[in-house]
């Protein structure tokens, strides 16, 4: 029997919180509401879920905050925030904090569904896919374990979210050759709006800061075109 996959929805608005948990229910997942970011957090370290999708504009607890602690205690399980907020400052800074994707309001049902189910997929394959060589790949002085999302240089393991790891694999891919931009926000993101490019710029931005002290690797960014890690030999 395939397992269901499970969620936590923290939304305070009963109406949309009802609506979206009939939804998903009728499409087999199991879903928990949480109707404030205290009850949220609670909840999280109860039911332990699959996946989390929580709304910003949170009474006493906000989403963002309640992101902070999850990802204090779990650096692994997938976060969609739901946002009504139009300013790119509050999607970034979401991200930022440990958000793997996000959502505007008002949003398709069908796309969250499709979101969900990626976002499950690729934890369990890395989570499946254990130790395996084959996807442990050396850039400049550092080890990049794709299953893993580690990447390593001496003593010191840095825990990549899942972004953050699906844009560096892309990067290695092409090492130095361009990552095409809206190729790769149609691939990891599903869109190339200004809110998903201002996305990708701050996961640049982090990958980046792994590697300052390491002088053989830059990013370089193709004004208007993409991205190029270079490995200078």
Not at 21 to 42: M, Q, Y
Not at 153 to 174: F, P, Y
């Amino acid at each position: 029997m395939i397992k269901k996959i499970s969620i936590l929805l923290v939304e305070d608005e009963p109406t949309l919180a009802a609506i979206i948990k009939e939804s998903l229910e009728t499409r087999d997942f199991i879903v928990d509401i949480a109707v404030n970011g205290n009850n949220g957090w609670s909840m999280f370290k109860k039911l332990n879920p699959d996946i989390c999708i929580i709304d910003v504009m949170l009474p006493g607890k906000d989403g963002f905050s309640l992101v902070s602690d999850i990802r204090a205690t779990d650096d692994k399980v997938p976060i969609i925030f739901l946002t009504a907020r139009k300013q790119p400052e509050d999607v970034i800074h979401g991200l930022e904090i440990g958000a793997d994707d996000y959502m505007k309001k008002p949003f398709s049902m069908e796309e969250l569904v499709l979101r969900i189910r990626a976002m499950v997929r690729r934890k369990n394959q890395f989570l499946a896919s254990g130790s395996n060589s084959s996807g442990i790949i050396k850039v400049g002085s550092f080890i990049f374990n794709i299953q893993k999302k580690e990447l390593t240089n001496g003593s010191n393991v840095i825990q990549l979210s899942q972004r953050e790891a699906d844009l560096l694999r892309l990067l290695v891919e092409v090492k130095n050759e361009l990552l095409d931009r809206r190729t790769t926000l149609l691939k990891l993101w599903g869109d190339d709006d200004p809110f998903a490019a201002r996305s990708m710029d701050v996961y640049i931005t982090r990958i980046r800061k792994y590697f300052r002290e390491d002088t053989s690797i830059e990013i370089i960014n193709v004004r208007g075109k993409g991205y190029s890690l270079i490995e200078y030999l």
